[in-house]
T-cell receptor, first 118, second 114 residues
Framework: EAGVTQFPSHSVIEKGQTVTLRCDPISGHDNLYWYRRVMGKEIKFLLHFVKESKQDESGMPNNRFLAERTGGTYSTLKVQPAELEDSGVYFC????????????????FGEGSWLTVV | GEDVEQSLFLSVREGDSSVINCTYTDSSSTYLYWYKQEPGAGLQLLTYIFSNMDMKQDQRLTVLLNKKDKHLSLRIADTQTGDSAIYFCAETHISSGSARQLTFGSGTQLTVLP
């Protein structure tokens, strides 16, 4: 079974440009999450989708960030315009969501999209 | 508020045991996890412990939970060079039958010396 896949794996863009990150969750996982780790700090929650609906977007830093999950399958995270402080690793994760114990609710992560804004 | 703290660095000799510590503040945490991130790779789930457990052992890994002190530790026995990575402690709550967001610590960089 394929895991959570993210694209691109690495991206270098100039300040002011736009970048769109894509995430394909594990098949059948209704829950999709975006997290990021900037400047070697802790990994911070950005938002949580349940199917196509935004369940919690309290971690989105500002309105330069837009996340979508049309059709409840893959998700995109757009940063427009990108700033220097947006550099970091953006992780996508997914989980089943039906309570079947810890592994049923375990959140599985992708390998991350490494963004560098110069 | 929720806060998870870890020491930033740990160095051990190959073959020794490593102990990575984590403290958390939210007493309503349901599950506590340890994730591993190798250089250039994503987050790999290592192990988890339910908040009503004190200890969990999984091969070379032992997780100890002191709920009173809100202290979690990960012990790696017979540490190998391949264990060099960043280890993240994380906690979450289970509410309404579904997982919610994880709160992570800043990660502990484990360096295994030959």
């Amino acid at each position: 079974e394929a895991g959570v896949t993210q694209f691109p794996s690495h991206s270098v863009i100039e300040k002011g440009q736009t970048v769109t990150l894509r995430c394909d969750p594990i098949s059948g996982h209704d829950n999709l999450y975006w997290y990021r780790r900037v400047m070697g700090k802790e990994i911070k929650f950005l938002l949580h989708f349940v199917k196509e609906s935004k369940q919690d977007e309290s971690g989105m830093p500002n309105n330069r960030f837009l996340a979508e999950r049309t059709g409840g399958t893959y998700s995109t995270l757009k940063v427009q315009p990108a700033e220097l402080e947006d550099s970091g690793v953006y992780f996508c994760a997914s989980s089943q969501g039906n309570y079947r114990g810890p592994l049923g609710n375990t959140i599985y992560f992708g390998e991350g999209s490494w963004l560098t804004v110069v | 508020g929720e806060d998870v703290e870890q020491s930033l660095f740990l160095s051990v000799r190959e073959g020794d045991s490593s102990v990575i510590n984590c403290t958390y503040t939210d007493s309503s945490s349901t599950y506590l996890y340890w994730y591993k991130q190798e250089p250039g790779a994503g987050l790999q789930l290592l192990t988890y412990i339910f908040s009503n457990m004190d200890m969990k052992q999984d091969q070379r890994l032992t997780v100890l939970l002191n709920k009173k002190d809100k202290h979690l530790s990960l012990r790696i026995a017979d540490t190998q060079t391949g264990d060099s990575a960043i280890y993240f402690c994380a906690e979450t709550h289970i509410s309404s039958g579904s997982a919610r967001q994880l709160t992570f610590g800043s990660g502990t960089q484990l360096t295994v010396l030959p």
